[in-house]
Every structure is written in C-alpha cells, then in structure tokens.
C-alpha cells in the first residue's frame, strides 16, 4: 500500500522563513534575551542575606514549662553521630519506640527556638568550653558534639585517662572553638578506698577542702566551665579536711562506721560545691551549675531490678521529684546563689537549671538497651539516651550565652 502524501503531518503547519528573515529574526531574539537578562539583573539586590536567627527574650525563663508533641524533633541519629557513648545508643541496643525522641520542651510564656548549630558555633567563636564532673556531665558534651555535626565535626586533639575514664579535647577549626571534658565526679580530690573491690559502690575517701586537680590546674585555658555531680555521692563517703599539720577525718556519710560523726549526703554533696565555687577564685570567664539530673527507676532501686520502661513523658501536673532529689537540688543551689552573691568580680556564673524538665522524663533513660541483650547488666535509668530529651541541655546553654552576650 503506498504511503498517502495528503495525511495529516505534525510538522505541516510549520512555515519556513527565507534565510534573510530567519537572520534578522535571531537578532531580534537575541536582543530581547539580553534585555531581559540585564532587567533580571539590575532589579537583583547585590547581595544575598542569610536569615537572622530570632530575637533574644532576656526575660524567658526557658526552664520553667512543658513538653509538647514534636514530629520533627530529632537533630541527628545514632548513624549520623560517632560520639554517641555505647551505652547511651538506645536505638543501636534495640530500644523498640521512637515516640520519646518527638517532643519539644515549651517555656510557659515564650518560646526556646531549636538548636542551631550555626548560630553556636558562632556565639562561641575563639573560646573553650569544659565540661567538669562525672558521666551525665560528659553525656551532655557527647550531645553537643552530635548536634553540631550538622554543620562541623571537631578534631580529636588530646585524649588521657583518668581513673580508667577517658578525658578528651576537641577543636572545631572553622571556629576556633574548643571541647573539653574533665572527669571528677565528686568536683573534690577523691580516692576509692579499696580500687580492687568488685563492688561498684565501694567506699570512697573525700577530702571536702581540696577541689580536684584534676580540673583546677587548668582553668586558666578555659572562657566557660559546666559544672555537674550527683549520683556518685549516694556510695558510702568517707570525709577529710586537711589542716597545716595533717589530713583529719571529720565525718562520714552514707557509710557504717559507728565511732564516726555522720552526716547526710546532702550536707556532704553542699560543701563539696562549697569547696568546688572557692576554688574559682581567680577565673575570669563563666562558671555554670548545670543542677541534678533526676533518676527514674521504678520497682526497685538501681542495683534490686529498678527499671525505666515509661514511653512518654510526665505532663507539667503529673511531674514528680523524690524527695532526695530535691535536697540534693536545693544544697547545690543554695551554694551557687551564695557564691554568686559573694564574687565582686572576675568570674560569672550562671544556672543552667535542667532538673525540673527531666523530672518529666522517665521515658528518656535507655534502660535496659544499654548494652547488649547478652550481657547482664543494671539496667540505666541514670542517663539519657543519645538523640533524647538531654539535647534539650543544649538548648538551653546556647540561650544563656546569648543572653550573656547581650548584657555584656
């Protein structure tokens, strides 16, 4: 069958213009490219600016408040952060729900905008930070680190041990901003009386007048320090002050020596700050108190099958604090209020008051996936699991260094 010339052709109505025309068409078109292309680029600003990040209120207390829903409230994974601690890695060990990492803490009244990495890294440009006490101490730091990987990794530059735990020091280059953490879970000059014993609450020689040295000797390199303790002060305490002559034993705490003066854990936990505050004498940067970070073991105590198995928060009206946990917030910032009060000049302080947000979140300990399913172990409701509701922390250290900054 041959082809029909006459059909329908989608090219047909397509007229082709004599060579002379085509040319001064194409010019034409070129000229009104380049016009509009110049009118694109005059009616351009000549520069480009980056959002600000929102205002400052200087009259938020950001710790007073509540948790609400948060769909996007995750930062960064346990697959996207190399500084997530083994046991703090709840996702990697098993932990089943994810509804505890989808919440935001809401101060009644205003608003704590979310962690900006950029904006930290910028407010911190050209200092040092320490992070000084025991692990919950260090757990925030490992928070810190992963929520700056969004926009920086730091350099791992100095790494010691310490009492068989590790003290490191990291640097962000783009900033300059360096990252220490120092282990001392007393704040004091301490020695486990019996290092060998298989006993994890062992008791421990404490000397209430001699901050550790391991932290005073170098204050000097640092513009901010955090200071946290706790939990190590519930194991058996025995207390000494040093005199011209002697080391004397004054008391113990928590321990069963009957030809001794005992005194509480409260007392013994409120001159060790007493001591750790006069020993900063001296600094001229900013000396935080970051306050007690409640436990939540339920049917048990820690070493007698208490667990931590809740999935969602306290709301505001269910939130509870054990009664010890109170004394021991109390003694700590009763001593801080009076160093602040005492200190004319030279060193700041400032209250970086987390306790009242974590008494709302028993579901944010990893528990029992802390370790592996194969290993006996305690479970954790001491810590806080890595993303969590500890990156809040965080949050609230970037807000009180840009209120700083502001009041100068």
């Not at 959002?51 to 509540?66: A, L, Q, R």
């Not at 932290?215 to 207390?239: E, K, N, Q, V």
């Not at 939130?319 to 801080?336: K, P």
């Not at 965080?394 to 100068?408: D, P, S």
Request: glycine letters at 6%; charged letters at 20%; proline letters at 7%.
């Amino acid at each position: 069958m041959k082809p029909n010339h006459h059909q329908d052709h989608p090219l047909k109505e397509l007229i082709i213009l004599p060579k002379t025309q085509r040319s001064s068409v194409l010019t034409l078109s070129v000229t009104l490219i380049l016009i509009t292309i110049a009118s694109l680029y005059f009616s351009l600003p000549t520069s480009f600016s980056i959002p600000s990040p929102p205002p400052v209120d200087t009259n938020c207390d950001v710790f007073d408040g509540e948790w609400i829903p948060d769909p996007n409230a995750t930062y960064y994974t346990n697959n996207t952060c190399s500084a997530i601690h083994e046991h703090q890695n709840c996702m990697k060990y098993g932990r089943p729900d994810t509804d505890f990492l989808r919440w935001r803490w809401k101060p009644n009244g205003c608003d704590l905008p979310r962690f900006d990495a950029e904006e930290f890294l910028s407010v911190v440009r050209g200092k040092s930070l320490a992070f000084i006490g025991d692990s919950v101490g260090r757990n925030q730091m490992q928070s810190l680190i992963c929520l700056l990987s969004k926009v920086a990794y730091p350099n791992l530059i100095a790494e010691t041990k310490v009492r068989d735990q590790t003290q490191s020091t990291w640097h962000y280059p783009t900033s300059n901003f360096t990252l220490s953490n120092f282990w001392s879970p007393f704040l004091l000059l301490a020695s486990e009386a019996n290092p060998t014993s298989p006993s994890p609450s062992g008791l421990f020689h404490l000397h209430l007048d001699r901050p550790d040295p391991a932290w005073t000797a170098h204050l000097s390199r640092f513009d901010y320090l955090i200071f946290s303790a706790g939990h190590w002060f519930f194991r058996p305490l025995m207390l000494y002050n040093t005199t011209t002559n002697n080391t004397t034993i004054i008391s113990c705490a928590n321990c069963k020596d009957m030809n001794i003066t005992h005194i509480s854990v409260y007392d013994a936990y409120r001159l060790a700050f007493r001591s750790t505050f006069s020993a900063l004498k001296g600094f001229k940067g900013t000396a935080f108190l970051r306050t007690f970070s409640p436990s939540h073991f339920e049917g048990g105590v820690w070493n007698n099958g208490g667990d931590c198995v809740r999935t969602r928060p306290f709301k505001a009206e269910e939130r509870r604090l054990e009664w010890f946990q109170g004394e021991m917030y109390r003694a700590q910032v009763e001593e801080f209020r009076a160093a602040a009060e005492r200190e004319s000049g030279g060193v700041r302080f400032g209250l970086l008051d987390v306790t009242a947000a974590m008494s709302m979140r028993p579901d944010g300990h990893p528990g029992r996936y802390g370790h592996p399913k194969n290993e006996t172990k305690y479970n954790d409701c001491v810590h806080w699991c890595l993303p969590g509701p500890v990156d809040v922390w965080n949050g609230f250290l970037l807000h009180l260094l840009k209120v700083r900054r502001i009041e100068g």
